[in-house]
T-cell receptor, first 115, second 114 residues
């Protein structure tokens, strides 16, 4: 069956460019999460949607990071004026549950490299 | 300050033997714990979980043990197989509070040698 998909899989950006990362969750999944994974580290929480409502954005590192899920399905993570420290793998996950602690289904991630 | 620690970055085990992956946490509010497995170029996949009302949960070759007083959990894989070679992440959450987002450890890379 179709899992969580993310696009692009790889993105190279010049410092200062804006980027948009897309996540297609499993159909019908209520909850959607974005994580940032630096090299050699575990995924670090960025933000959480329940349907179209962004319930928690406490993990977004700066106001350059913005996420949306306008129709409660596809989500986009946008990073404005990218910096080298933004280089990481960005993971999206979805869940059929309305809580954040249950099993999450992860996409393959988008590897962002900022030059 | 890391709230979930996996102090062994890597582990090598002979095929057929037991693999033991350890995890420590600092936040006493954590009451739900998960293990995820990750292959290269793929996202993490859920393996097994345990809530704080239990001290053991078993699923086939995988068993998770929880020691609440020591704030320690471990994942046992018996017998280990080459296909188990992956990075294993321990994760914790405080499901009884509104702060229920999952906090991941840094991972342990397991190599199972044929």
């Amino acid at each position: 069956g179709a899992g969580v998909s993310q696009s692009p899989r790889y993105k190279v950006a010049k410092r200062g460019q804006d980027v948009a990362l897309r996540c297609d969750p499993i159909s019908g999944h209520v909850s959607l999460f974005w994580y940032q994974q630096a090299l050699g580290q575990g995924p670090e929480f960025l933000t959480y949607f329940q349907n179209e409502a962004q319930l928690d954005k406490s993990g977004l590192p700066s106001d350059r990071f913005f996420a949306e899920r306008p129709e409660g399905s596809v989500s986009t993570l946008k990073i404005q004026r990218t910096q080298q420290e933004d280089s990481a793998v960005y993971l999206c996950a979805s869940s059929p549950m309305r809580t954040a602690y249950n099993e999450q289904f992860f996409g393959p991630g988008t590897r962002l490299t900022v030059l | 300050d890391q709230q979930v620690k996996q102090n062994s970055p890597s582990l090598s085990v002979q095929e057929g033997r037991i693999s033991i992956l350890n995890c420590d946490y600092t936040n006493s509010m954590f009451d739900y714990f998960l293990w995820y497995k990750k292959y290269p170029a793929e996202g993490p996949t859920f393996l097994i979980s345990i809530s704080s009302i239990k001290d053991k949960n078993e699923d086939g070759r995988f068993t998770v043990f929880l020691n609440k007083s020591a704030k320690h959990l471990s994942l046992h894989i018996v017998p280990s197989q080459p296909g188990d070679s992956a990075v294993y992440f321990c994760a914790a959450s405080a499901m009884k509070t509104s702060y229920d987002k999952v906090i991941f450890g840094p991972g342990t890379s397991l190599s199972v040698i044929p």
